[in-house]
T-cell receptor, first 112, second 111 residues
């Protein structure tokens, strides 16, 4: 059973460009979460989604950030007009229900 | 004040030692407690998941929760160099799915 998959693993963008991060949850998992990890800081919750629904986006910045989990295909975290402060590791996690979350390898975003 | 506090370390121990890692929290709404291990530039790996106060054992790992003191611990027995990683505590509230993480404790086990 493949784990949570994320791509790309590394992403470099210039200021003002868009970043798209993809996450495929573990087979059978319908809950997807996105977290951000800044250097020397802990993981911070961003958004929780189920298929076609955003359940909790209390950790998402109000502007430039959006997330979706369509009926078909991976979950997407989209950052528009990236700034240097967006440079971080972005982790996706999935769970079947309520038994702990399983994390992917992360996407490391660098904004030049 | 952060909702979850964790000593960042670093912590260095000799191989075979017993390691004790701890977190405190301030919000009594937290009901579910987890420990993750994160190797450098990798994703966090779920080690232990507990709900109630008390101990839970899995191999060389024991998780302990004391809700009255708002204190959780992870013990590693017979530590190995392969245990060298950052250990993150995490917790969530009943009815909510988002996790609150500590900043992580960096552990090095010296052969």
């Amino acid at each position: 059973n493949a784990g949570v998959m994320q791509n790309p693993r590394h992403l470099v963008r210039r200021r003002g460009q868009e970043a798209r991060l993809r996450c495929s949850p573990m087979k059978g998992h319908s809950h997807v979460y996105w977290y951000r990890q800044l250097p020397e800081e802990g993981l911070k919750f961003m958004v929780y989604l189920q298929k076609e629904n955003i359940i909790d986006e209390s950790g998402m910045p109000k502007e430039r950030f959006s997330a979706e989990f369509p009926k078909e295909g991976p979950s997407i975290l989209r950052i528009q007009q990236v700034v240097r402060g967006d440079s971080a590791a972005y982790f996706c996690a999935s769970s079947p229900s309520w038994e702990g979350e399983f994390f992917g390898p992360g996407t490391r975003l660098t904004v030049l | 004040q952060k909702e979850v506090e964790q000593d960042p370390g670093p912590l260095s121990v000799p191989e075979g030692a017993i390691v004790s890692l701890n977190c405190t929290y301030s919000n009594s709404a937290f009901q579910y407690f987890m420990w993750y291990r994160q190797y450098s530039r990798k994703g966090p790996e779920l080690l232990m998941y507990t709900y109630s106060s008390g101990n839970k054992e899995d191999g060389r790992f024991t998780a302990q929760v004391d809700k009255s003191s708002k204190y959780i611990s992870l013990f590693i027995r017979d530590s190995q160099p392969s245990d060298s990683a950052t250990y993150l505590c995490a917790m969530s509230k009943s009815g909510a799915n988002n996790l609150f993480f500590g900043t992580g404790t960096r552990l090095t086990v010296i052969p």
